[in-house]
């Protein structure tokens, strides 16, 4: 990459009103990480720190011609993947992603928001199996994703383990199994080229998490965006929203947003 030109990102996901999950949180994960960061949004979600009152998903076409306008464009270094609520989306992206050979494509799984509210119908499960997760660079499930993809129970951090094992079976290049809803430390376990890393780190006690996973997976692309490898893209973005949850703002009166910014220049 050229040292005068500036990375780009895109990121195909669900609005939230509240802004702290979504498009908002990746925009702003971008930001701070010296991306440009470009939308093609899939929802309009109505919620905040307190729950999801109303869901409205965008047609494939829609979703579609965004990413087309952009990749025309302003073509991304890497291109995040969050809410996709059915599998006329799910076709229609992983169709416009072989059109446009995008590079470093994160995909983060998201099925529930934390409010418990469905952010992906059920029936959609398979369409994302089947069509995004081969091809993605890495996908980042979270503990409850991980049971839903692969069917296994998952009590512990060897459980990550064969959970990213079984969905690389199933196609996946590379697999970033998240332990956050386990006991203990925050342990998540990257498995990639034969290899397989445990990243840990010190659980921090709070109910203020809310869009920790788009923020996590938006930090990797940003990252992969500006030239990292896998596995630095990974460490670097585990250290960014550890930062982000330890000093969140304890804004609302729900499960709060994090600090997008929690050190100048990241």
């Not at 309009?44 to 579609?64: K, L």
């Not at 965004?66 to 169709?95: F, S």
């Not at 630095?232 to 609302?252: H, M, Q």
């Amino acid at each position: 990459m050229d040292s005068n030109e500036t990375p780009t990102a895109l990121t195909i996901a669900g609005s939230d009103s509240g802004g702290g999950a979504g498009i908002q949180a990746d925009l702003k994960t971008f930001s701070a990480h010296g991306v440009f960061g470009t939308t093609a949004i899939t929802a309009v979600t109505a919620q905040n720190t307190v729950g999801v009152s109303m869901i409205e998903a965008m047609s494939p076409a829609m979703v579609t011609a965004q990413i087309d306008a952009v990749a025309a464009d302003i073509p991304p270094r890497a291109t995040k993947i969050g809410m996709l609520a059915n599998a006329g989306i799910i076709a229609g992206v992983a169709d416009a992603l072989a059109r446009h050979r995008l590079p470093n494509v994160v995909l983060d799984t998201v099925m529930v928001a934390k409010s418990q509210a469905r952010l992906l119908d059920d029936d959609a499960v398979d369409a994302l199996v089947t069509l995004l997760v081969p091809m993605a660079t890495v996908v980042t499930p979270n503990v409850p994703e991980l049971e839903a993809l692969t069917g296994m129970t998952i009590r512990e951090t060897r459980d990550l383990h064969l959970a990213a094992a079984r969905l690389i079976e199933r196609g996946a290049r590379a697999v970033l199994a998240k332990g956050g809803h386990l006991q203990g430390p925050a342990v998540d376990v990257l498995v990639w080229d034969g290899r397989s890393l445990e990243l840990t780190a010190e659980r921090i006690e709070t109910s203020h998490t809310h869009g920790t996973g788009c923020t996590f997976s938006a930090a990797i692309a940003a990252r992969l965006a500006k030239g990292d490898d896998l596995e630095a893209a990974v460490r670097g973005a585990k250290e960014y929203v550890t930062r982000a949850i330890a000093l969140a703002p304890g804004l609302g009166r729900g499960h709060g947003p994090l600090h997008h910014f929690p050190v100048e220049g990241t």
